[in-house]
């Protein structure tokens, strides 16, 4: 990735936190604390490395993208928009009665979403379920990604499909754990442990890396290596910090699940549109 490239998918994670900001204060609730981690990821995703067309959303070769911590639409649609499935506009809309945006994912309503998420952990096992099918059909140019929250995989389902994706060798499936170490009620340490990550999916068989889950340029070469492993299912770990962007939002839990008021609104927004300019003349 070079130099400009590397600028522009900055300029665009800005946006996307933009979008999440924007979505959940037009929402008055939302999860703005994860979405805001997970952007940086989510935006190279859908800037970079996903082979997507806004125009056929449903294209059969696409690549796969499963947002299987599904609170975190908010992030998910601000990509979305940016990169042209609905306007930009549309996300003011969110979680409002009508909307193609509702607070979890429809693959039914939104374009651009390929499964429809919010039971923690069931998102996983359809990403495996798409991997394995994908194998099947020989399409071995199609690749599945899923993000996961740390909390999600305190939920066992998460293991079976990890053990799943393994037996079937599934190395056309990049499972991506979002890991900022906290949850509705608190940090992941005390809610239920689900370290150490790293042992834990090598012994379940994965190939697994852990790297600065908000810095594009490390997540670059992770996605890089990932896509080189073959005979097992690869792994991300995105060491992260809730609320990433928005100073009064990092690394406080009572940022998990509810939306800016007026006055936060206009504080992050004015962090965010200062990033913003100094990105842009950077480039």
């Known amino acids: 990735m070079n130099k400009k490239e590397l600028q522009q998918l900055k300029i665009m994670a800005c946006k996307v936190r933009m979008g999440v900001i924007e979505g959940t204060h037009a929402a008055k609730s939302g999860h703005p604390g994860g979405s805001l981690s997970c952007a940086d990821m989510i935006t190279y995703l859908y800037g970079k490395k996903l082979r997507i067309d806004p125009q056929d959303p449903t294209w059969e070769d696409r690549d796969r993208f499963v947002l299987s911590?599904?609170?975190?639409?908010?992030?998910?649609?601000?990509?979305?928009?940016?990169?042209?499935?609905?306007?930009?506009?549309?996300?003011?809309?969110?979680?409002?009665?009508g909307s193609r945006l509702q607070g979890h994912p429809s693959i039914k309503d939104t374009p651009g979403v390929d499964m429809s998420t919010g039971s923690l952990g069931q998102g996983i096992s359809a990403a495996a379920g798409m991997?394995?099918?994908?194998?099947?059909?020989?399409?071995?140019?199609?690749?599945?990604?899923?993000?996961?929250?740390?909390?999600?995989?305190?939920?066992?389902?998460?293991?079976?499909?990890?053990?799943?994706?393994?037996?079937?060798?599934?190395?056309?499936l990049t499972v991506i754990i979002d890991n900022n170490n906290l949850q509705i009620d608190g940090p992941i340490t005390e809610v239920m442990s689900s370290y150490p990550i790293v042992d834990k999916l090598e012994a379940f068989g994965l190939d697994v890396q852990q790297i600065d889950g908000n810095d594009m340029e490390a997540i670059d070469a992770a996605m890089e290596k990932a896509e080189k492993v073959t005979g097992k299912p690869a792994a991300i770990i995105l060491k992260t910090v809730k609320g990433k962007g928005v100073s009064f939002m990092e690394n406080q839990v009572g940022w998990h699940g509810k939306g800016p008021n007026d006055a936060e609104y206009a504080q992050a927004m004015a962090e965010l549109k200062a990033e913003l300019e100094k990105l842009e003349a950077e480039a």
């Open 131 to 172: 991997a394995l099918g994908l194998k099947a059909q020989k399409k071995d140019q199609v690749r599945v990604y899923t993000l996961l929250g740390d909390g999600e995989i305190e939920e066992g389902q998460v293991w079976e499909a990890l053990m799943f994706a393994a037996h079937y060798k599934l190395d056309n």
């Open 69 to 97: 911590k599904g609170h975190c639409a908010p992030a998910l649609y601000a990509a979305l928009a940016q990169r042209g499935f609905f306007p930009v506009e549309e996300l003011q809309t969110l979680r409002h009665i």
